[in-house]
C-alpha cells in the first residue's frame, strides 16, 4: 500500500505523530511518500527504525497512485493538502495535532486504530462538495476551488464593501457588510458558523449565503440548493478587496465578478466507522455539556 504523509509545520506534537505514524506503517509494509516540509524529521526516524530506501517513494510531488494521504496539524493542514493534491482521487484522512478539527478528526490516541482499518477495509469514504471560483476579467488564481468556503472581504480600511448576489442571474440583494461567505456543507462549520451561519450536514448538497458584519440587522443567512451559480459584484472606497478559498487569500480589483458554482470533482474523505457528523459537533461544540456545576 502506497501511503503519503503531509504537513506544512513541524512542532513538537507533529513529530511524536509522524513518528508513531512511520513506525506503524513501516510494520506493516507500506510504502510512504513524505512530504519535503518532514524531509529532516523523516531523515532522523529512517535511520532509528532502519527503513530501507525502497519503503520510501522519492518525489517532492504527491504522487498520482497514492492509496491514501494523511494529513498531520489541523483544519488548515488539511485544507492545504486539498489544494496540494489538486482534485485528484486520493482519499485523505487527518490527524489531528491542531485545535478544533473538524476536519482533521482522528486523535493521536487513534492512530493505530485508524491504520489498521485502512489495511482492514473497516472505514467510509465521505464524498465532500467543492466550490469552484471563476472571475471576470479572468485573475491569475493557481487552484481555484475551496472545500469549505469563498469569501470577499474589505480590506485596510474601517469601510464597508457592497456587494451584490445573483442567483442564476437574478438579482438577490446588495450587502452592505464587512464580507460576505459562501460555504459548502464541510464549510458551514468554519467562518460561516463564527458569522452566524447554520450548521447543516455535509451531504446536504447546498450553499450557505453568510454575511459578515451586515449593516442591515435583517439580513440573515440563506441555504440554497447548489445546483445554483452565484455570481458577487463587489464595489469598494478602497477600490480593492480581499478574496479568500478556504486558507489563501488574494488582492483583487473592485469592479471584478466572482462567479461560483459547485466543481465537478468532489474530495474523497476516510471517515472511520466509530465517527459520526452528529457526534463530531456534539463533542467538539460541547452540545449537551453542562458547566454550571
Known amino acids: 500500500m502506497k501511503i503519503g504523509l503531509f504537513g506544512i509545520q513541524v512542532t513538537e506534537n507533529c513529530k511524536s505523530v509522524l513518528n508513531q505514524l512511520v513506525k506503524t506503517l ?55 493538502a486539498v489544494s496540494a493534491i489538486n482534485l485528484q482521487k486520493i482519499p485523505l484522512l487527518g490527524v489531528n495535532t491542531g485545535r478544533l478539527g473538524f476536519l482533521a478528526d482522528v486523535s493521536p490516541g487513534e492512530i493505530p486504530e485508524a491504520i489498521e482499518a485502512l489495511y482492514k477495509n473497516e472505514f467510509r469514504i465521505e464524498e465532500r462538495s467543492v466550490i469552484k471560483a471563476t472571475l471576470f476579467p479572468e485573475q491569475n488564481i493557481t487552484f481555484p476551488f475551496a472545500l469549505n468556503d469563498l469569501t470577499v472581504h474589505k480590506r485596510d480600511t474601517s469601510s464597508m464593501i457592497a456587494i451584490q448576489a445573483y442567483i442564476d442571474d437574478v438579482f438577490l440583494s446588495q450587502y452592505w457588510a464587512d464580507g ?3 460555504a459548502t456543507p464541510t464549510g458551514s462549520t468554519a467562518y460561516s458558523m463564527s458569522a452566524g451561519g447554520p450548521i447543516v450536514t455535509p451531504d446536504s448538497k447546498n450553499f450557505i449565503i453568510t454575511p459578515i458584519a451586515s449593516h442591515n440587522l435583517t439580513v440573515r443567512p440563506l441555504v440554497i440548493p447548489d445546483h445554483h451559480e452565484i455570481s458577487l459584484k463587489i464595489e469598494s472606497r478602497d477600490s480593492k478587496f480581499l478574496l479568500s478559498l478556504d486558507s489563501r487569500s488574494y488582492v483583487m480589483e473592485e469592479k471584478l465578478e466572482v462567479r461560483v458554482k459547485k466543481a465537478e470533482t468532489n474530495v474523497s474523505l476516510v471517515k472511520l466507522n466509530n465517527q459520526h457528523f452528529y457526534k463530531t459537533i456534539r463533542n467538539k461544540l460541547m452540545w449537551g455539556v453542562d458547566k454550571r456545576n
Do not use: R
Open 180 to 182: 460576505l461567505i459562501i
Open 26 to 80: 513501516i510494520e506493516k509494509d507500506a510504502q510512504l511518500w513524505i512530504h519535503p516540509f518532514f524531509y529532516e524529521l523523516f531523515s532522523a526516524i529512517q535511520k532509528q527504525y532502519k527503513i530501507p530506501v525502497e519503503a520510501i517513494i522519492q518525489s517532492e510531488k504527491i504522487p498520482a497512485d497514492l492509496n491514501y494521504l494523511i494529513t498531520i496539524g489541523g483544519d488548515g493542514t488539511f485544507l492545504e
